[in-house]
């Protein structure tokens, strides 16, 4: 029974997650004290650091009402990639009439007003220029924020402004430091010299949930050797969850004629991956870049031509252009991008919007020249607006 043998799957990826978590109390506590001190509070590591994990125990250990988001790391955005958890139609409608304060307060009056209201949004390095426009409203309506992200971002202009909207006396930082040999110890436990593991980890979450069953120099070593021990399905899948920024529906992969519950055993016990009942990714967005940057330029065509083969021209316009772009599919870039740029301005995300029709003018010569203007025309509008 496929649905047993999926459920097994899952019991086993959950079994031999080696490493636990370890409570980090002493960070919360200064992360608690910051986000009750100030209206906006940075919270920062190296990629795999910790981040997402300090940030899911604050928001089990707070008092505070929390709305959280993510950022995928998707080129453009996807607007409102911060709200997704929580925005709803109302939000939507009220953004697409350019009322950003309306649905600031519509947020707002659905989880309650006051100084203990608190966005939290993680891997805020990919923030787009809607959900940055969408907090920074709900920074005036009387709510705090808390941005995950990682040291030295690339230049991301949303969150620059979102930072520099709030004055200096009111914005305030928390360094996610490394995990020290006591904790080290505590995540590993089972005998392991919690010494020598810190020493070759620096004490790197990642890397530590990296460390036991590789002969460990590095995270993308420890990530290649458990690759190379995967299956042919196994490597296959993977190159599939390296292509995508967010975890991939186990229907998707079973319309891919690659079933989880067959095709991933040993990604299961590599385990490099996390399953939810009905979705599949690699386990930290680094793990992610390392397969996806090993692979020829090529096979990632190829990886994002077989998702797109799957996706239709209705399907989400964000996902679709991901894979278009990633395939070098000109006729799906071409007919998708415009849609996609329109869906995007339409939600204040003039960045993203422009970044589409960029896409679709870098294959210019397949376009019609009435098109060619008419997209030109758009694209330094956007760029005008985002100027603003």
């Known amino acids: 029974d496929p649905g047993s043998r999926r459920g097994r799957l899952l019991s086993e990826v959950r079994r031999i997650d080696r490493v636990q978590q370890v409570i980090r109390r ?4 200064e992360l608690e004290t910051a986000i009750s001190g100030s209206s906006i509070v940075t919270l ?4 795999g650091g910790g981040v997402s994990t300090v940030l899911d125990q604050w928001m089990r250990h707070t008092r505070m009402r929390v709305m959280s988001g993510v950022c995928p790391d998707f080129t453009p955005q996807r607007p409102l990639a911060a709200f997704s958890r929580v925005a709803d139609e109302e939000t939507a409608a009220l953004i697409r009439e350019a009322d950003w304060r309306a649905a600031a307060e519509a947020l707002v009056s659905r989880f309650g007003s006051g100084d203990q209201l608190v966005l939290a949004v993680d891997d805020a390095d990919h923030l787009d220029e809607a959900s940055a426009r969408l907090a920074a409203q709900l920074l005036a309506v009387s709510c705090r924020l808390v941005i995950g992200h990682h040291h030295a971002p690339p230049t991301n202009p949303s969150l620059d402004m979102l930072i520099e909207s709030i004055e200096t006396k009111d914005r305030s930082s928390v360094e996610v430091h490394p995990l020290d040999e006591a904790e080290v110890g505590s995540a590993l436990g089972d005998g392991t010299d919690p010494g020598a593991a810190r020493v070759a980890t620096g004490g790197h979450p990642l890397a530590l949930s990296m460390y036991r069953g590789s002969g460990f120099a590095s995270i993308a070593t420890a990530v290649l050797e458990r690759f190379d021990r995967l299956t042919a399905d196994g490597q296959a899948l993977a190159a599939i969850l390296a292509a995508s920024p967010e975890p991939v529906s186990l229907k998707l992969l079973d319309s891919m004629g690659r079933p989880w519950d067959t095709h991933g055993r040993s990604l299961v016990k590599s385990d490099l991956v996390t399953v939810t009942d009905d979705h599949v990714a690699l386990k930290h967005d680094k793990i992610r870049r390392v397969l996806y ?9 190829f990886v994002h031509a077989e998702v797109l083969g799957q996706l239709t021209d209705t399907d989400d316009l964000t996902l679709s252009m991901h894979h278009a772009v990633g395939a070098g599919d000109v006729d ?4 998708l991008g415009p849609a996609a740029a329109e869906q995007a301005a339409a939600l204040g995300s003039y960045r993203e919007a422009a970044r589409h029709l960029e896409n679709v003018l870098a294959y210019e010569h397949s376009v019609p020249e009435a098109d060619r203007r008419s997209f030109r025309a758009a694209l330094e509008q956007h760029l005008a607006e985002a100027a603003v």
């Open 293 to 301: 940057e090993e692979m020829t330029a090529l096979r990632r065509r």
């Open 332 to 335: 799906r870039i071409i007919a």
């Open 44 to 47: 920062s590591a190296p990629a």
């Open 26 to 29: 002493r960070l919360i506590d």
